[in-house]
């Protein structure tokens, strides 16, 4: 289960990133080092999302249809901008500097939270339990403090607030309520379909049904 909320989240993350990463171009076209991380967070978390299919594949088992209500920067788009990832406007963001400011700071939030979430993880029993998953997150726990520097020394930069109160709120209300009532009700219903295709090579498998 664990895992599948992860390649979701991974999945989630690599495929946003691309409409970030068009912002960023257009907003920031003479900050190279800037566009530089965010490719290299992209870059990252499509191979996070990789090593969790591999974790599958080597199972020979698919993940567990998840949907948008377990991802944390779903929620957290939702509660900040009022739409779904979909329904973000990437031209408004890039119009918009309070708009792509704050955009920046949910991802510096999320990726936090998600740093985070791996040092707990890596005391896990159950992940400690299974070398293969351990391995992957040790890789993961490296990676992510590449995933919101770059977008805390960019609104550093720009003299910005890092977090604004509300938006650190939101992020602990929806970690809260995945802990404590989505993870845990995913985790009873023994009857949650498998996927029947990757995300990858089917975009809209999260999606339908
Ligand atoms: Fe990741
Ligand atoms: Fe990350």
Request: glycine residues 4%; hydrophobic residues 40%; proline residues 4%.
């Amino acid at each position: 289960m664990l895992a599948s909320i992860y390649i979701y989240n991974e999945y989630r993350g690599y495929t946003s990133l691309d409409r970030v990463l068009e912002a960023v171009r257009a907003r920031c076209p003479d900050e190279a080092e800037f566009i530089a991380a965010v490719e290299k967070h992209r870059a990252d978390e499509r191979k996070h999302y990789l090593m969790f299919k591999r974790w599958f594949e080597r199972q020979g088992r698919m993940p567990l249809k998840v949907d948008r209500t377990c991802g944390h920067i779903d929620r957290f788009i939702e509660g900040v901008f009022g739409c779904t990832i979909e329904e973000l406007d990437t031209a408004a963001i890039i119009a918009d500097g309070d708009q792509f400011e704050q955009l920046c700071r949910v991802i510096m939030l999320t990726e936090q939270r998600g740093m985070r979430q791996v040092d707990v993880l890596l005391e896990n029993r159950h992940v400690k339990s299974d070398p293969v998953m351990s391995k992957i997150f040790r890789i993961v726990e490296k990676d992510e403090p590449d995933h919101w520097l770059p977008y805390f020394h960019w609104l550093t930069r720009q003299g910005r607030v890092t977090a604004k109160w509300r938006e650190r709120w939101t992020d602990y209300w929806i970690h809260k309520s995945l802990m404590l009532a989505k993870l845990p009700a995913i985790f009873v219903n023994r009857a949650n379909p498998r996927l029947d295709v990757w995300p990858d090579q089917d975009a809209t498998v999260y999606a339908a049904g």
